[in-house]
């Protein structure tokens, strides 16, 4: 079973993420932030990946501390959940439309953590969300998981439409990275035999 568990305290939130790769899309999700409880739902929901997030943070100061830390959290909860990352297919793409939205993720899961962001907002909130702060979550996921990250908006003119397209891209390019090649379920998918380090 591919499960990891994380607990993280700092001064600024503490947090506690429970992921099982091979689940079937359930999830508990609470940050004390709407938006972003809604968007680690369709994380969720969309890659398969079984999601258990339980979040307290000094949400009095701002949103920037519990959002970046959660997805630190996750990431690492990934990242330990895929071990050794033998038999994944290690690459994953998906093109999500919603709407009037179109928004392109593509991604390698490497140990060689990267993230090209190319979205741009509109307004500067979502509901009570900093719009700003979704490309720290997603900066923050991608640099615990161990994960090359691309993140692009095509076009789109809803705000809303935006960024959940942008995770549900997220959520089927990772469920399409993480899923164990049979051919190969024994091996680690790179020519050098092992991930990480020097291209």
Not at 9 to 37: A, N
Not at 106 to 123: A, C, E, G, N, Q
Request: net charge neutral.
């Amino acid at each position: 079973m591919r499960k990891g568990k994380v607990e993280r305290k700092t001064k600024e939130t503490s947090i506690k993420v429970v992921v099982d790769l091979d689940g079937t899309g359930k999830y508990k999700v609470s940050t004390g932030i709407g938006f972003l409880d809604h968007m680690l739902e369709q994380l969720a929901r969309h890659s398969l990946m079984d999601l258990e997030v339980e979040a307290k943070g000094d949400l009095h100061i701002d949103f920037h501390h519990t959002t970046e830390d959660t997805g630190i959290a996750i990431g690492e909860a990934v990242a330990k959940a895929l071990g050794d990352l033998k038999g994944i297919n290690r690459f994953g793409a998906a093109v999500i439309p919603m709407d009037e939205t179109l928004s392109r993720v593509t991604l390698d899961v490497s140990k060689r953590p990267y993230l090209i962001w190319k979205v741009k907002f509109s307004k500067p909130k979502l509901g009570d969300m900093d719009s700003e702060l979704f490309k720290e979550w997603f900066q923050a996921f991608a640099q615990a998981a161990g994960i090359t990250l691309h993140v692009e908006n095509v076009y789109g003119e809803n705000n809303h439409h935006i960024i959940e397209s942008c995770y549900k891209g997220l959520a089927r390019a990772l469920r399409q990275a993480i899923e164990i090649d049979s051919r190969k379920a024994d091996s680690v998918p790179s020519t050098k035999g092992v991930l990480g380090g020097s291209l």
